[in-house]
């Protein structure tokens, strides 16, 4: 298990080297773990509150420095400076030098999965400690990762329902052990190879893991479907010689489920400029692209605004707010709504209201008081979908 990336490690040797990253490190569970941030080129510590992606390295393959680190692998650097978001890299269990770092995925992979190593409470810490030093916006805060890394990515939308907005597994597999539950349906975007050896689509064992059977391709999505509420119809995104891409919508407010699958490259990452990739698309572009829709709150514009849904549109005044604030919104035609108000952490505040309304214009007041100066978030669900409004609440009270 912990030999995936060898192979990679052999294809990637002609690359260039990469800009050396410093290390950081936090204590968790008594051992120190160690991550690697990227903040953007624009990034102002006075400034707006900014995306977080966690890029989580495969089996033996650095997280960063290494001519096949994920880092490079990924070009997520370039990618979070043109963009404005914050990138960082943890560093999974093991010794660096001996290349056996691995992620406790729950059935994979060795040596973290068998020494049992709390990656989900690392991952959490992680998130705390950056938030509390950096511009981090807690309601987009994203995880991605390839082979050993995406199959920890599922791992932590189900312990992390809360606090993950969307995944993006790249060549992975779905091992969480028991139930996935969840307290919100996590988008979820899984790109794979038809081709891949290491993880096969359709499962079984691979070429470096003989003796190890992996879950389909199939099997994953059928799971995140069901995590998501959706619908088994499918809209079809592309259909090329090379690329085939779905997209699963019919969900859950907030849910959404996307796969795309390649007929071309390996146990890769499409579009990189290391190895021998899918050329079909670029899939840290897709990925960006992807995360920039969804918040914990559910589909979100890349400013912060809800996206409206069919149906209703809602406001939320007045923003910045001190005691209290009033959600106004239309329906077209009678449906379930609930309103919600949640921090950013993803915890429930309390629920407006939470019943069965006619068409019409409606408006609800919210009792903001009891909480304190920061950030909040009012979400909005209907029979249509699901909107949200961040809201400020004004220090000086």
């Given at each position: 298990?912990?030999?995936?990336?060898?192979?990679?490690?052999?294809?990637?040797?002609?690359?260039?080297?990469?800009?050396?990253?410093?290390?950081?490190?936090?204590?968790?569970?008594?051992?120190?773990?160690?991550?690697?941030?990227?903040?953007?080129?624009?990034?102002?510590?006075?400034?707006?509150?900014?995306?977080?992606?966690?890029g989580?390295?495969?089996?033996?393959?650095?997280?960063?420095d290494?001519?096949?680190?994920?880092?490079?692998?990924?070009?997520?650097?370039?990618?979070?400076?043109?963009?404005?978001?914050?990138?960082?890299?943890?560093?999974?269990?093991?010794?660096?030098?001996?290349?056996?770092?691995?992620?406790?995925?729950?059935?994979?992979?060795?040596?973290?999965?068998?020494?049992?190593?709390?990656?989900?409470?690392?991952?959490?810490?992680?998130?705390?400690?950056?938030?509390?030093?950096?511009?981090?916006?807690?309601?987009?805060?994203?995880?991605?990762?390839?082979?050993?890394?995406?199959?920890?990515?599922?791992?932590?939308?189900?312990?992390?329902?809360h606090?993950?907005?969307?995944?993006?597994?790249?060549?992975?597999?779905?091992?969480?052990?028991?139930?996935?539950?969840?307290?919100?349906?996590?988008?979820?975007?899984?790109?794979?190879?038809?081709?891949?050896?290491?993880?096969?689509?359709?499962?079984?064992?691979?070429?470096?893991?003989?003796?190890?059977?992996?879950?389909?391709?199939?099997?994953?999505?059928?799971?995140?479907?069901?995590?998501?509420?959706?619908?088994?119809?499918?809209?079809?995104?592309?259909?090329?010689?090379?690329?085939?891409?779905?997209r699963?919508?019919?969900?859950t407010?907030?849910?959404?489920?996307?796969?795309?699958a390649?007929?071309?490259?390996?146990?890769?990452?499409?579009?990189s400029?290391?190895?021998?990739?899918?050329?079909?698309?670029?899939?840290?572009?897709?990925?960006?692209?992807?995360?920039?829709r969804?918040?914990?709150?559910?589909?979100?514009?890349?400013?912060?605004?809800?996206?409206?849904?069919?149906?209703?549109?809602?406001?939320?005044?007045?923003?910045?707010?001190?005691?209290?604030?009033?959600?106004?919104?239309?329906?077209?035609?009678?449906?379930?709504v609930?309103?919600?108000?949640?921090?950013?952490?993803?915890?429930?505040?309390?629920?407006?209201?939470?019943?069965?309304?006619?068409?019409?214009?409606?408006?609800?007041?919210?009792?903001?008081?009891?909480?304190?100066?920061?950030?909040?978030?009012?979400?909005?669900?209907?029979?249509?979908?699901?909107?949200?409004?961040?809201?400020?609440?004004?220090p000086?009270?």
């Open positions: 298990m912990n030999r995936f990336f060898l192979l990679l490690l052999a294809v990637f040797s002609t690359a260039p080297a990469a800009v050396a990253q410093t290390p950081d490190s936090i204590v968790v569970g008594g051992m120190s773990r160690v991550f690697y941030l990227h903040l953007p080129a624009t990034y102002d510590a006075s400034g707006a509150l900014l995306p977080l992606v966690i989580l390295h495969g089996a033996n393959q650095e997280p960063v290494g001519v096949a680190s994920f880092s490079r692998l990924t070009g997520f650097n370039a990618k979070a400076d043109a963009n404005g978001f914050i990138v960082v890299y943890p560093e999974g269990r093991g010794s660096r030098n001996g290349k056996e770092l691995t992620w406790n995925g729950g059935g994979c992979c060795p040596p973290a999965s068998a020494l049992n190593v709390d990656d989900v409470a690392f991952i959490a810490d992680l998130i705390d400690t950056l938030a509390a030093r950096y511009r981090v916006d807690r309601s987009r805060v994203y995880a991605t990762g390839i082979s050993n890394g995406g199959i920890m990515s599922y791992r932590l939308a189900c312990e992390l329902s606090r993950i907005a969307a995944i993006a597994p790249v060549a992975a597999a779905y091992m969480v052990q028991g139930d996935c539950i969840v307290t919100r349906p996590v988008p979820a975007l899984h790109i794979h190879s038809l081709q891949d050896p290491a993880l096969p689509y359709n499962g079984g064992t691979g070429v470096l893991s003989p003796n190890f059977p992996f879950p389909s391709v199939d099997s994953a999505i059928a799971t995140w479907l069901h995590v998501c509420g959706c619908a088994s119809i499918a809209d079809t995104l592309h259909a090329t010689a090379n690329l085939l891409a779905r699963w919508s019919r969900c407010p907030g849910g959404e489920v996307q796969l795309y390649t007929s071309d490259g390996g146990h890769s990452w499409p579009g400029p290391v190895g021998n990739p899918s050329t079909a698309f670029n899939a840290t572009d897709v990925i960006w692209e992807f995360f920039s969804f918040s914990i709150a559910g589909a979100l514009e890349v400013s912060g605004k809800g996206r409206a849904p069919s149906g209703a549109a809602m406001r939320v005044l007045p923003n910045p707010a001190s005691e209290s604030v009033t959600a106004t919104f239309a329906l077209d035609r009678a449906s379930h609930r309103l919600e108000v949640f921090d950013l952490r993803g915890a429930l505040l309390a629920t407006a209201f939470d019943g069965d309304l006619d068409a019409g214009a409606h408006r609800f007041p919210i009792s903001v008081h009891a909480y304190p100066a920061g950030r909040i978030i009012v979400r909005c669900i209907t029979s249509f979908g699901t909107q949200a409004e961040l809201l400020t609440i004004a000086d009270r």
